[in-house]
């Protein structure tokens, strides 16, 4: 189940922070509890790309991204993602996450997301993200405007370009494997 108490309480802590500047961090503060937790008692894989949202979208709301969004009837969306986890977040621990936008390219908005508890990652996500209209997605150049922004993109690191240009090559649809064909035929 999505943690909408988790989310709201986000939001409405939030809500009168200082308003963020387009690539200004927000940092959060969360609690890992017993329904976030896998078989192996310790944080879900699942559940931390759910997590990520409590630090995501309340940075989204501090720097008038959420405001702009409702002004034009835009929606966002998330168009894929990367983590690497490194240490355990068990039940009951603390931690820390840092969300911020790294930049932008011709169709998405690229941010980094980490998890810190005792001064160590625990995990670390690159999203890219799209705002979208009834026409499509709508370019990050036209989005960073409509907030009142007159910047353009710094420069991606390169080990973003490089997830880029590897995701570029990764063939969608996918390719459904002989012994899987039936299955999803008879689906």
């Given amino acids: 189940m999505y943690p909408l108490i988790r989310f709201t309480k ?9 308003k963020l500047g387009l690539l200004d961090s927000h940092i959060s503060t969360h609690m890992c509890w017993p329904w976030d937790l ?27 991204l959420v405001e702009t969004m409702r002004a034009r009837k835009w929606s966002i969306t998330v ?9 355990r977040i068990r039940a009951f621990h ?9 930049g932008w390219d011709h169709r998405f908005i690229y941010m980094e997301q980490s998890m810190w508890r005792n001064r160590e ?15 499509g997605i709508v370019s990050p150049s036209e989005v960073v405007a409509a907030m009142g922004h007159d910047i353009e993109s710094p420069e991606l690191p390169d080990w973003v370009k490089a ?18 064909r039936r299955a999803i035929d008879e689906s």
């Fill in 38 to 64: 896998d078989p192996w008692i310790e944080l879900n894989n699942g559940r931390t790309l759910t997590l990520y949202d409590l630090g995501r979208l309340p940075m989204a709301a501090r720097a008038g």
């Fill in 163 to 180: 997830w880029i240009e590897a995701d570029a090559q990764r063939p969608w649809p996918p390719v459904i494997p002989d012994d899987a």
């Fill in 121 to 135: 990652c625990c995990n670390h996500m690159l999203l890219r993200s799209a705002c979208t209209a009834g026409k």
């Fill in 94 to 102: 603390r931690f820390s996450m840092i969300s911020r936008v790294i």
């Fill in 79 to 87: 168009a894929g993602n990367s983590v690497r986890y490194r240490r």
């Fill in 10 to 18: 986000e939001l409405l802590k939030f809500r009168n922070a200082p």
